[in-house]
């Protein structure tokens, strides 16, 4: 059973686990007065001792798949079961059978046989707050508190039932002083975490990111874009949305400038997959502070990588991106031949759009530049043609001719399809949405390709790495603006708390990417592409990529060549999901930001 499944399945399980034990222990509590309940109550436990086999051993499959998906089951949620299950086993199951069959003389069901059945009950409503608050790796702290919690609540039920242990005010105290320490600790873990007016991310440092800028050059190709509102409740660049195509040459300096017309928002442009110097790559409260109305901002660099990018705002993209500040950035290494176009993928009111293309004529060299602006993947297809990918990401590609054959597209991300046109229509499909190079064309509907094994091998991992880190996703309640709210985290963290990794420039960097939600992410670090080394642990290509789709119950192995020094967002391009906490940064040692997050400052 694949890792996703078997996460599904735990989620099923922990849930069940707690009817169960919490239904037994209830049962349990009644048959003392009431006989007839016993063997329910016998039978409820039976299931909830064989849910809790169930459980254990799913986790033990999940252990086979990888540690960070069961460390919290095997460490933790599971032995603050077994003693109380155990006990239950051998002295609550026999007393209740007793008692049903009319066997057992009056009050053999004495009041501490019925505690252990509430303290599974309470372990295994543990194991569900386990599930949703903790995860793994979890904060030891809420760890104590729920351990803390189910002892005091063991202690409280046998204390109350047996009349033994404190009584009165001494156990009124006891309880008081236990929920004053569980309320200071999470009030505190609240306030940490409230909206904050201003916030340094990177704070001290000998060089700052304002010193990281690209060349001014009389030379430069220059580009005016400016954002302003357009039909619909839509936001352009330049009246139109797309944004106009930025289209130059391998070697080119280039200068962009923006201007914000927009009543209500500001802007910034980032240049997706591009490796800009850090000043120039558009994270307000990072590398600059917003554009706000009537403001202007001028973005320079060099373009030395060819291939097909895009720029869209990253002021609170979630918004500004779908509704439209997004457009396409293409560097040629040679002047184009043939047909050469992008096509860019966006859903507008829930419509997914390909603009129109004209038919070239047969014979003709194309390439489609595919570029998935949306938050979500997409599948694209290609019939009429046998045809190539020819580059992931702006990075090129050697890899076998594809007939009917499907690829998906991770959000953010961008495939080169390459063919000659014949005689008869091509068609190409993103979903259910259609492209025609001609007229009629029947989608193809082959199997989806591994991306990660496409092309041929042509570049040489590294024989060793100079750091490690793992980011472990997840979806957890964790305090966030201020509040317990249902968060998609990194490492148990949200933004802006995530800790940064830290890089030195020429270092290799390895990072293993654990995906333990129910949830797809496209992971986009910003200012450098990553290496693929494997996926699930089937050795990649392997290839370069700058957005990649972590699936459920995924370990991606990645690795990072740290050759563009400043301070790096990093995030899921499922931009609802970086809104909900899956944002970071990771820092070059020794960069420093002037510029604060919070107040006008919003990248998420």
């Known amino acids: 059973m694949t890792a996703a499944g078997l996460l599904g399945a735990d989620r099923l399980l922990v849930v069940l686990v707690a009817g169960l034990w919490g239904a037994a222990g209830g049962y349990t509590l009644a048959a003392r007065t009431a006989p007839r309940l016993a063997f329910p109550a016998g039978s409820l436990i039976a299931a909830a001792l064989a849910a809790t086999a169930a459980r254990a051993v799913v986790a033990g499959l999940l252990a086979g798949h990888s540690w960070w998906f069961a460390g919290e089951k095997l460490l933790l949620s599971l032995p603050l079961l077994a003693f109380p299950a155990l006990t239950t086993t051998l002295t609550t199951l026999p007393a209740l059978y007793s008692a049903g069959r009319g066997t057992a003389g009056p009050g053999a069901l004495r009041p501490a046989l019925v505690v252990p059945v509430l303290s599974a009950a309470y372990a295994a409503v543990a194991g569900v707050v386990i599930s949703v608050a903790l995860g793994f790796p979890g904060s030891p702290y809420l760890a104590a508190v729920i351990v803390l919690a189910w002892a005091a609540g063991t202690w409280a039920t046998w204390s109350m039932m047996t009349h033994k242990?404190?009584?009165?005010?001494?156990?009124?105290?006891?309880?008081?002083?236990?929920?004053?320490?569980?309320?200071?600790?999470?009030?505190?873990?609240?306030?940490?975490?409230?909206?904050?007016?201003?916030?340094?991310?990177?704070?001290?440092?000998?060089?700052?990111?304002?010193?990281?800028?690209?060349?001014?050059?009389?030379?430069?190709?220059?580009?005016?874009?400016?954002?302003?509102?357009?039909?619909?409740?839509?936001?352009?660049?330049?009246?139109?949305?797309?944004?106009?195509?930025?289209?130059?040459?391998?070697?080119?300096?280039?200068?962009?400038?923006?201007?914000?017309?927009?009543?209500?928002?500001?802007v910034t442009l980032h240049w997706h997959g591009y490796h800009v110097p850090n000043a120039e790559d558009g994270v307000p409260g990072l590398t600059q502070n917003a554009v706000q109305r009537g403001g202007t901002f001028v973005y320079r660099f060099t373009a030395t990588q060819p291939g097909t990018y895009w720029y869209h705002t990253h002021q609170t993209p979630n918004t500004g991106l779908q509704r439209g500040l997004f457009g396409a950035f293409i560097v040629d290494a040679t002047p184009p031949t043939g047909m050469d176009e992008p096509v860019t993928l966006h859903t507008f009111n829930g419509a997914l759009t390909l603009q129109?293309?004209?038919?070239?004529?047969?014979?003709?060299?194309?390439?489609?530049?595919?570029?998935?602006?949306?938050?979500?993947?997409?599948?694209?297809?290609?019939?009429?043609?046998?045809?190539?990918?020819?580059?992931?990401?702006?990075?090129?590609?050697?890899?076998?001719?594809?007939?009917?054959?499907?690829?998906?597209?991770?959000?953010?991300?961008?495939?080169?399809?390459?063919?000659?046109?014949?005689?008869?229509?091509?068609?190409?499909?993103?979903?259910?949405?259609?492209?025609?190079?001609?007229?009629?064309?029947?989608?193809?509907?082959?199997?989806?390709?591994?991306?990660?094994?496409?092309?041929?091998?042509?570049?040489?991992?590294?024989?060793?790495?100079?750091?490690?880190?793992?980011?472990?996703?997840?979806?957890?309640?964790?305090?966030?603006?201020?509040?317990?709210?249902?968060?998609?985290?990194?490492?148990?963290?949200?933004?802006?708390?995530?800790?940064?990794?830290?890089?030195?420039?020429?270092?290799?960097?390895?990072?293993?990417?654990?995906?333990?939600?129910?949830?797809?992410?496209?992971?986009?670090?910003?200012?450098?592409?990553?290496?693929?080394?494997?996926?699930?642990?089937?050795?990649?290509?392997?290839?370069?990529?700058?957005?990649?789709?972590?699936?459920?119950?995924?370990?991606?192995?990645?690795?990072?060549?740290?050759?563009?020094?400043?301070?790096?967002?990093?995030?899921?391009?499922?931009?609802?999901?970086?809104?909900?906490?899956?944002?970071?940064?990771?820092?070059?040692?020794?960069?420093?930001?002037?510029?604060?997050?919070?107040?006008?400052?919003?990248?998420?």
């Open 356 to 604: 129109a293309l004209r038919t070239p004529p047969p014979g003709t060299a194309v390439r489609l530049r595919v570029i998935n602006t949306d938050n979500g993947p997409h599948v694209l297809g290609l019939s009429g043609a046998p045809y190539r990918i020819a580059a992931v990401d702006g990075m090129s590609v050697t890899g076998r001719t594809l007939t009917n054959e499907r690829a998906q597209l991770a959000a953010g991300g961008r495939y080169d399809l390459t063919f000659t046109m014949p005689r008869g229509p091509v068609l190409l499909t993103a979903d259910a949405a259609t492209l025609n190079l001609g007229q009629g064309g029947k989608p193809a509907d082959g199997d989806l390709i591994d991306i990660t094994r496409y092309g041929e091998r042509q570049v040489q991992p590294p024989a060793r790495f100079d750091r490690d880190y793992t980011w472990v996703l997840d979806r957890l309640v964790t305090p966030r603006d201020g509040l317990p709210l249902l968060s998609h985290t990194v490492n148990g963290e949200v933004w802006p708390r995530i800790p940064a990794p830290v890089v030195r420039e020429g270092e290799w960097v390895r990072f293993t990417v654990v995906n333990r939600g129910g949830d797809l992410h496209p992971m986009h670090p910003h200012g450098h592409h990553v290496l693929v080394l494997s996926r699930n642990g089937v050795a990649a290509a392997p290839l370069w990529m700058d957005s990649f789709d972590v699936g459920p119950g995924e370990v991606w192995v990645v690795a990072l060549k740290a050759d563009n020094p400043g301070v790096w967002l990093a995030h899921c391009h499922e931009l609802k999901h970086a809104v909900e906490g899956m944002t970071l940064h990771f820092a070059y040692e020794g960069i420093r930001s002037p510029y604060t997050l919070g107040h006008a400052n919003h990248p998420e």
């Open 165 to 266: 242990g404190p009584k009165g005010r001494a156990w009124r105290v006891a309880g008081s002083v236990l929920a004053v320490l569980a309320l200071c600790w999470t009030g505190l873990s609240l306030w940490n975490t409230r909206p904050a007016d201003a916030m340094n991310l990177a704070p001290t440092g000998t060089t700052a990111i304002t010193d990281l800028t690209g060349p001014t050059s009389k030379d430069a190709k220059k580009f005016t874009l400016t954002a302003q509102p357009g039909p619909n409740g839509t936001l352009t660049f330049n009246g139109t949305t797309p944004g106009p195509t930025i289209r130059v040459t391998q070697g080119d300096d280039v200068e962009v400038t923006l201007r914000n017309t927009l009543p209500d928002r500001g």
